[in-house]
């Protein structure tokens, strides 16, 4: 019996979807903060995932948090607001891509990542969830802020 709840926990904790607080201090009311995560509606295959692995260079999840989640790294992150830097694993049908964008996050703003296929390649953004349009860029980009 004990071995059948360990499972289940197990289990479950697989299924989490980490949301991760990535500064200092005590939890900011929602208009103080910024919140980037993964947009899952639109997923066309079930095996497509898109983890947040670091933030400003700084991983999102510990190394036994991605085993026990089998993530490697949060599906949601709260920052404060100004420019960040993002590391991005998507994984899908035959396919594993590292995306490395940039945003400037406005307080109260919330941001989706998405993700999809194009012809035969992937394209991985970020869009302003109020707005619907992209937002931010590839680091190293001519338009990165400094």
């Known amino acids: ?7 289940l926990l197990l289990a479950l904790a697989g299924c989490a979807a ?3 607080k990535m500064y200092d ?12 995560r993964v947009d899952q509606r639109g997923r066309t295959f079930a095996g ?3 983890d947040i692995q670091q933030v400003d260079e700084k991983s999102t999840l510990s190394f036994g948090e991605g085993i026990l989640s089998s ?9 404060l ?5 993002v590391q991005l694993r998507y994984r899908g049908p035959g396919a594993a891509v590292t995306a490395h964008l940039w945003l400037v996050g406005e307080a ?11 012809g035969d390649g992937l394209k991985v ?8 349009k992209p937002t931010g860029g590839v680091r190293g980009s001519a338009d990165e802020p400094k």
């Open 1 to 7: 019996m004990r071995i059948g709840i360990v499972i």
């Open 18 to 20: 980490p949301v991760v």
């Open 25 to 36: 201090g005590p939890v900011l009311a929602p208009s103080q903060q910024v919140i980037l």
């Open 48 to 50: 497509e995932r898109v």
């Open 71 to 79: 993530s490697s790294g949060a599906q949601a992150v709260y920052m």
């Open 81 to 85: 607001p100004g420019k960040h830097t």
């Open 108 to 118: 109260g703003g919330s941001y989706l990542i998405k993700a999809g296929q194009t």
């Open 125 to 132: 953004w970020i869009e302003d969830e109020k707005t619907g």
